[in-house]
């Protein structure tokens, strides 16, 4: 297990009132999921923007798993977002967990236009 960040509670209530810790990690297992299903290029390439992604998302989107949330943020020149699917922990579910992340993937331009179109975030980042 490795900490990858911390998060904003704050940011976070819009999908749990009741969240434990600030704390973010991932797996071994979740590594390699990773590495599998987007290459081990992927990986290297955006693990470093990850504690980034979590402190300071544009976009926190509900997932269909409860108390899951797709933590989107978009890197360089609008090229691309990199979506964080993160496991939440809260009140009620084991004291030794911590927040995870579950998987990540690299939406296009368009790709992530349509995620804009067909879903409504329960976050959005407002620029000053």
Request: glycine letters at 4%.
């Amino acid at each position: 297990m490795q900490t990858v960040g911390k998060i904003d509670i704050e940011k976070y209530r819009c999908i749990a009132e009741d969240i434990v810790t600030d704390e973010v990690i991932i797996t071994p297992e979740r590594i390699r999921h990773i590495k599998e299903r987007r290459g081990e290029g992927f990986y290297e390439k955006y693990e470093s923007y990850f504690p980034m992604i979590l402190s300071d998302p544009d976009y926190i989107f509900p997932d269909d798993r409860i108390n899951t949330v797709i933590v989107c943020k978009v890197i360089g020149e609008g090229e691309s977002a990199i979506n964080l699917v993160l496991r939440l922990v809260v009140e009620g579910d084991d004291p030794n967990y911590k927040n995870s992340i579950l998987t990540a993937v690299r939406e296009n331009k368009k790709r992530f236009a349509q995620r804009l179109r067909n879903h409504t975030p329960i976050y959005k980042k407002i620029d000053t």
